[in-house]
């Protein structure tokens, strides 16, 4: 009966250890990592007919996404629309739920040009556990020049939890014109 309460009691001690373990394991992979960062840009010039429905929004008082600045006396050749493209890994054991991307809005220095809005995004994403997935959020800006570097919030909820972040551009990509 001695060594059955031995082998019994080894047992357990590595069903602790392995439970402690997991535990470790989903406390620290709770929230989605990025994995990377990259933005794209685009002359507002060189797509002149979302250029054109965006200031008809403005107008008309439709625009539902986020104002950043003055909207006054904007023009297709002095703006850019530049996309930020997140992507997330998930690797704990719940899903990532109404995850959303919000730029960061930047004023160059030297007052040159600033961010003006960013555009709606309608959709409410999930990230499952275990998964990656990208996740991008387009700005105009009146800024003539890449910004040095472009910050994002991620926000989601885990658990009913609110998880929120920001990162750092990490690449870079120039469409013609810029």
Not at 5 to 12: D, F, N, R, S, T
Not at 94 to 103: C, I, Q, T, Y
Request: contains cysteine; hydrophobic residues 45%; negative net charge.
């Amino acid at each position: 009966m001695n060594k059955a309460m031995k082998v019994l009691a080894i047992a357990m001690l590595l069903l602790t250890v392995a439970g402690a373990c997991v535990v470790l394991y989903g406390m620290n992979t709770l929230a989605p990592r990025v994995e990377q960062v990259t933005v794209s840009r685009v002359r507002a010039s060189e797509v002149p007919e979302a250029f054109e429905a965006l200031l008809a929004q403005l107008d008309e008082g439709t625009f539902s996404g986020r104002l950043f600045g003055a909207t006054d006396g904007l023009n297709a050749e002095d703006s850019w629309f530049e996309t930020c493209t997140v992507r997330l890994g998930n690797m704990g054991f719940f899903p990532a739920e109404w995850v959303s991307l919000d730029v960061v809005p930047v004023a160059s220095t030297d007052g040159g040009g600033e961010d003006v809005l960013q555009l709606a995004d309608p959709g409410a994403y999930v990230l499952a556990a275990g998964s990656r997935g990208d996740l991008s959020a387009t700005v105009l800006t009146t800024i003539p020049q890449d910004a040095l570097s472009r910050h994002v919030r991620v926000t989601c909820y885990v658990l009913g939890r609110e998880i929120s972040f920001e990162a750092t551009q990490m690449e870079s990509s120039t469409g013609n014109g810029a």
